[in-house]
């Protein structure tokens, strides 16, 4: 309920926020002196509190990043937790500045909703997880015709199950709940027989069952899902901040600039690097970006590279292991290809 | 008396009409409602040019593409081909028939435990009073947790069901009975019911003519019900028994075939059920007691039994006290099912919500939801106004 309350009152805010909204977001940010952030409400490897309530994951890494850019300190950004439903109302409200939450990229988020995406921080696709002790002999979702399927509502996922469960002539049975805790409680208590999102998330979502080894991601990948950071439509300088600081992450790795080596690499004789890092001579990158020239010198230590971030976060540093796969650089026959700071 | 006259007198002649009450009423109105058409003016204006700015689309347009997803229960025909519209349709039918079946449920368990706490019998009071209690101090997100996650979701998988009688299941997946289908000439089932119920109207009216006029009485319940249920049955053996069953099977994942009642629905209807029944028990028992202890005195001094005391003479009168407050308590239970979206029943509320956010069309699926509800609490009440104003006392 006190979601649907959040989604009303985000709607009166449309109603009366002082026609600013659009205007310059640098300002509005600089102003109050820190970045208000959408994240997950808690999928760890993305975005999720830790023990000490501090905000982790590779989408909170990216709002970091952004503040680094911004303010030259990660600190100063404030995190909203947000569900499948409410993000894109925050968003379009105000109340966020940015939206960094395993948000699919498709063409009407990216018209009629309002919205520009700046990237794509994670290459995914929508996949199976069942409970292999209950249902053994199940190793493929073409055998799942009759089962229940729990999915979150509001969320690309759902579109998607019914799409791929229609081509390919199966029945099934939707259990749609609203919150991410729902869903994973209803899957959990046996209410469904296999669970639907994006692969990354189900992983993640397996570490919080009660008995995660029971359950297997079933090898199906039934949808693109290209996840990445969202602004509001017309705000050009602010997309471009967004976009080129997920950039220069993903540049920092293909030059081999990490957290450690930053300020050693900032002498590098490499031409490119050397704008990258914005030690070239009146060097004016940064600051036609409404930045400073070490704007990706801030992100670098404050977040690392993208590979960094990638393995402490999802990686091997992180309880879920995924491999780079699609989301491995392009050099190495990954997708991540970052266009040139030049 | 002669002083006060002359004050104002006094006052009407020196100062204006503005210190005319009646005058001044009529400014203060007319200024209030110029501030509240200019602010509904401004929010309005305002809501557009923010829209327009952020470029979101706007208009009721969207109704009318393919909604994409897909609907876990609906009583309607409903693909993810079907279109938004239709998709609110079968969210406001499934809004629709748990509070209409909810509202019927807790109606009658109100009613028995309302009577159940004025009982002579101790136990019973002491049952319905812990009842009452309980549910009426939890809130009812709670109540329906407790039907979905503490009850529903720890019975046996579908594997394992548990078996009832008459072919039932119970797992968690929900409740399945077989479901009956009817063979050729069953419509004469149906004649032999319409022709019931015109007979059923006719031997009440004769039986209260009879009485008016007599005194005498005429069996009238048993004679209704059997005709009720005799003439049907005469029907249904007549056309020779067209009638078989379909029994739910296990498949694979579920059991298939048969009538399924989901859990969801089966958790909200329960909870909902539950949770008003307690308002609606002390209203009952408010209403039974507010009748003076006279009327039942008088009634037995009649010689009426207890039962008949309580049918003719203290409910009727109880009843006048009940409906207002109960209509309250229809339109809770209407608004409480809104509560649904929490375990995933779809109804109105989170079917909307889910075209809300494919579609981002918030401004125009919030005003659906308002207007929708608003229907619904009106309609309810006039209704229960014109059966309040048949329930009234009528002077003879
Ligand atoms: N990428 C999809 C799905 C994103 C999504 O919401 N995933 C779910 C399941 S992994 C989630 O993160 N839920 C968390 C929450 O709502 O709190 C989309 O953008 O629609």
């Given amino acids: ?342 | 008396m002669a002083s006060q006259d002359i004050v104002r007198h006094d006052a009407g002649s020196r100062s204006s009409f503005l210190n005319d009450p009646k005058i001044r009423g009529l400014i203060y109105q007319t200024v209030l409602f110029v501030l509240l058409v200019a602010f509904v003016y401004w929010i309005v204006g305002n809501t557009i040019e923010n829209l327009r700015r952020a470029n979101i689309a706007s208009g009721f347009g969207f109704l009318n593409n393919r909604a994409g997803f897909d609907i876990s229960q609906s009583m309607i025909e409903y693909s993810s081909d079907s279109r938004y519209s239709r998709a609110l349709v079968v969210g406001l039918l499934n809004t629709l028939l748990v509070a209409v079946t909810g509202i019927v449920t807790a109606s009658i368990m109100g009613f028995l435990i309302g009577v159940g706490r004025l009982a002579n019998n101790w136990l019973i009071r002491k049952i319905c009073m812990v009842y009452v209690e309980i549910f009426r101090n939890i809130p009812p997100l709670l109540v329906i947790f407790f039907w979905y996650f503490g009850v529903i979701s720890v019975l046996p998988a579908p594997r394992d069901s548990v078996q009832l009688p008459l072919s039932s299941f119970l797992n968690n997946r929900g409740f399945f009975l077989p479901k009956a289908v009817w063979g050729e000439g069953a419509w004469l089932i149906l004649v032999g019911l319409v022709v019931a119920i015109a007979m059923v109207w006719f031997v009440v009216h004769r039986a209260r003519k009879r009485q008016e006029a007599t005194g005498q009485q005429f069996p009238v319940l048993w004679t209704s019900a059997g005709l009720i249920v005799g003439l049907p049955l005469l029907a249904f053996a007549l056309a020779g028994f067209p009638l078989t069953f379909e029994i739910p099977t296990k498949s694979t994942f579920n059991l298939v075939g048969g009538f399924q009642i989901k859990p969801e629905f089966l958790a909200l209807y329960l909870a909902l059920s539950f949770y008003t029944a307690a308002f609606i028990a002390e209203i009952v028992r408010a209403g039974i007691l507010g009748v003076s202890k006279g009327q039942s005195e008088a009634s037995f001094a009649l010689g009426l039994r207890s039962r008949q005391a309580l049918r003719l003479v203290i409910v009727p009168q109880a009843m006048r006290i009940v409906i207002p407050p109960l209509t309250s308590q229809y339109l809770n239970l209407t608004k409480n099912s809104s509560l649904a979206i929490a375990i995933g029943f779809p109804d109105l509320v989170a079917v909307g919500g889910t075209i809300l956010n494919q579609t981002g069309q918030s401004i125009e699926i919030v005003a659906i939801w308002m207007v929708i509800y608003l229907g619904i609490s009106l309609l309810t009440s006039l209704f229960m106004n014109w059966f309040n104003a048949k329930m009234a006392l009528v002077e003879r």
Avoid at chain 1, 45 to 69: E, N
Avoid at chain 1, 323 to 333: D, E, F, I, S, V
């Fill in chain 1, 1 to 342: 309920m006190n979601k649907t309350v959040k989604v009303v009152l985000g709607v009166a805010a449309l109603g009366f926020a002082a026609s600013t909204a659009s205007a310059a977001t640098l300002d509005d940010v600089k102003a109050k002196g820190f970045v208000q952030c959408g994240v997950n409400t808690a999928l760890a490897g993305f975005s999720a509190p830790d023990d000490k309530g501090d905000w982790k994951g590779l989408d909170v890494d990216l709002c970091r990043a952004v503040a680094a850019a911004v303010f030259g300190d990660a600190t100063k950004v404030k995190f909203t937790p947000t569900n499948a439903k409410e993000r894109f109302t925050a968003l379009q409200s105000g109340e966020i500045d940015l939206l960094s939450r395993n948000t699919t990229w498709t063409l009407s988020r990216d018209t009629s909703l309002g919205f520009n995406f700046a990237g794509v921080n994670y290459y995914d696709g929508q996949g199976f997880m069942i409970n292999a002790k209950k249902l053994p002999g199940v190793n493929s979702a073409l055998q799942l015709s009759g089962a229940s399927v729990c999915v979150q509502s509001g969320t690309t996922t759902e579109l998607n199950l019914a799409d791929y469960f229609k081509a390919n002539n199966l029945e099934y049975n939707p259990v749609v709940f609203e919150k991410l805790e729902e869903v994973n409680a209803a899957y959990d208590a046996g209410r469904c027989d296999a669970y639907t999102t994006d692969q990354s998330g189900l992983y993640s979502i397996r570490l919080t069952l009660a008995a995660p080894d029971d359950h297997i991601v079933l090898p199906e990948i039934i949808s693109k899902e290209p996840l990445g950071p969202a602004v509001r439509q017309g705000d050009d300088q602010w997309f471009d901040i967004v976009k080129w600081s997920l950039y220069a992450m993903v540049l920092a790795e293909e030059y081999g600039i990490t957290q450690a080596n930053v300020d050693e690499m900032k002498n590098s004789p490499n031409p490119d690097i050397k704008r990258i890092l914005g030690t070239e001579a009146d060097s004016k990158l940064g600051t036609d970006l409404g930045l400073s020239n070490d704007w990706v010198v801030n992100i670098i230590k404050a977040v690392g590279n993208y590979g960094e971030s990638f393995e402490r976060n999802v990686g091997q540093g992180s309880p879920l292991k995924i491999a780079r796969g699609l989301n491995a650089l392009w050099t190495k026959g990954g997708l991540q290809y970052a266009m040139p700071i030049r």
